[in-house]
């Protein structure tokens, strides 16, 4: 199966300051320019470095996307960041329910609901993230959890005509633990996620990218399978050398 587009995320988290962001980000961009147009590459850098990072992938090919965001777009809310910020700052993409916002911060349901809507009424493209805990996964409850997850997180949003979604599974398990599902495995669960997606959001754009403990050993195998577009990538995404290994055996 030919796909048209390759979707390649990083999501450096909390692991590079400003300076480290910066080089990084530098290096992608002298790396990439001779990059195929069917790959759409998005970094999501600190808070704290977006706009510098933004700054330097302007004029690439390279686009950029905010880890988390609030759901309002001003207000008494200390330490956060609105969407109408990061939008204005020139991103393109956000993390929407990441498993560390749900599970770390105890992000509901009903709060991943209201950032979709936050996203989307700001022309920023949500990477809505679902996957179940291995505790889920062994009671065989993997794809209720993410059913769930689902159904909430796209109750009552409105899609205008051109919108896109992309839903990135990341079962808990397996994100930071270098524990891979199981391409296959994957795979499955990226055709139920296709299944409820298109009866709560019939005609909707969906991409579904996989997530957790991807390397460059084994991110062919998931590339191969037909339902999956593309990757998020945590930790090994924010060191030059090994975003550079995936990158090239993704392709």
């Known amino acids: 199966m030919t796909k048209s587009n390759i979707y390649l995320f990083a999501n450096w988290k909390m692991y590079l ?4 962001s910066e080089k990084l980000a530098k ?3 002298k790396n990439c320019k001779k990059m195929s147009k ?4 998005a970094i999501f850098p600190s808070a704290l470095s977006f706009v510098s990072v933004a700054k330097i992938l302007k004029k690439s090919v390279l686009q950029i996307g ?3 965001m609030h759901f309002e777009d001003k207000g008494g809310f200390t330490g956060e960041v609105a969407a109408t910020m990061y939008k204005a700052s020139g991103a393109n993409y956000v993390l929407v329910g990441h498993s560390e916002r749900r599970h770390l911060f105890h992000e509901t349901n009903h ?5 979709m809507e936050a996203a989307l009424n700001n022309k920023l493209i949500p990477i809505l993230c679902v996957g179940e805990t291995i505790k889920e996964r062994e009671e065989r409850k993997a794809k209720e959890v993410v059913e769930i997850q689902l159904r909430s997180a796209l109750h009552g ?3 205008s005509k051109n919108s896109q979604l992309i839903v990135a599974y990341e079962p808990v398990w397996a994100i930071g633990t270098g524990k891979h599902c199981d391409p296959a495995e994957a795979q499955k669960m ?6 409820i997606v298109d009866n709560l959001a019939p005609g909707l754009k969906l991409i579904v990218l996989y997530g957790g403990s991807v390397n460059g050993e084994n991110v062919a195998d998931f590339m ?5 577009n593309g990757i998020l990538v945590g930790g090994a995404s924010s060191k030059l050398d090994s975003w550079m290994q995936i990158m090239h055996n993704a392709l």
């Open 224 to 228: 191969k399978q037909p339902n999956i």
């Open 66 to 68: 905010a880890q988390n």
């Open 190 to 195: 990226s055709e139920i996620i296709f299944q």
């Open 157 to 159: 949003v409105v899609w």
């Open 17 to 20: 300051d400003l300076a480290e």
């Open 111 to 115: 709060e991943v609901q209201m950032k």
């Open 38 to 41: 069917k790959i759409k590459m």
């Open 27 to 29: 290096a992608l961009v």
